[in-house]
């Protein structure tokens, strides 16, 4: 399946330190840019044909919940810690919410975890 490509929308336009976490991993990253990315995550995910998509904002919820409505991404959201993000993966989630935790850990141990749950090393 090549290389896990993970959209990450954050409410603030951040979100680089997560990115640099799943490039260490092997994973590729796409920053949405400017405010309110996270509410444009579900559609640069279907745009690039990404595995996985994380979204920041205050409550850890609007972006994720948006891709879930909008193309059927199976989504969890108002997370606070990297392990629940573990968690939701090991679930079959592909759309993670969390409230602000620009952490290369989270990117990091995110991508380990979906290479690990669908067989890529």
Known sequence: MGQV???IGDR?????????GV????GKAIVVPG??????LGDVM??????L?????????AG????????????????????EGVTAINEGCLV???GFMDKEELGQRLVEAFNKKYGQA
């Open 35 to 40: 405010m309110a990315a996270d509410m444009k």
């Open 5 to 7: 490509l993970v959209v």
């Open 96 to 98: 993670l919410g969390f």
């Open 46 to 51: 279907k745009a690039e044909g990404a595995s």
């Open 53 to 61: 998509g994380i979204s920041f904002c205050g409550s850890g919820g």
């Open 64 to 83: 994720a919940i948006t891709a879930q409505n909008k193309y059927g991404y199976k989504a969890k959201y108002g997370m606070r810690s990297v392990d």
């Open 23 to 26: 490039e260490a991993a092997g």
């Open 12 to 20: 603030l336009g951040k979100g680089q330190k997560v990115a640099a």
